[in-house]
Nanobody
Framework: QVQVVESGGGLVQTGGSLRLACAAS????????MGWYRQAPGEQRELVAG???????NYADSVKGRFIISRDNAKNTAYLQMNSLKIEDTAVYYC?????????????WGQGTQVTVSS
């Protein structure tokens, strides 16, 4: 089994910063991709940022220049540094990990962490 646990959410004012962490643990050979998604009330879940095991990254247009995704492969942990936060960044943030177990790729999700940006 694989567990994915997010941490670091909270309440912050507009323009502030937060750093989210996502730790994966359990039985797998490697983590291929780690990604951050978010879901606001009444909205679909959307990709925020992703990072491959080689450090390649991609971002949603809405967060480019404000958010930075990184990972520590030794700790099986990904981070999302969120700067210049806006009210529209308010959402539940979910992390996922695409892992290799033998020859099988599987995706595991965390339980989510709430980020609330207030004016």
């Amino acid at each position: 089994q694989v567990q994915v646990v997010e941490s670091g959410g909270g309440l912050v004012q507009t323009g502030g910063s937060l750093r989210l962490a996502c730790a994966a643990s359990g039985s797998f050979n490697s983590i291929l991709v780690m990604g951050w998604y978010r879901q606001a009330p009444g909205e679909q879940r959307e990709l925020v940022a992703g990072i491959g095991n080689g450090g390649d990254t991609n971002y949603a247009d809405s967060v480019k220049g404000r958010f930075i995704i990184s990972r520590d492969n030794a700790k099986n942990t990904a981070y999302l540094q969120m700067n210049s936060l806006k009210i529209e960044d308010t959402a539940v943030y979910y992390c996922n990990a695409v892992v290799l177990q033998g020859w099988t790729r599987s995706t595991y999700w965390g339980q989510g962490t709430q980020v609330t940006v207030s004016s």
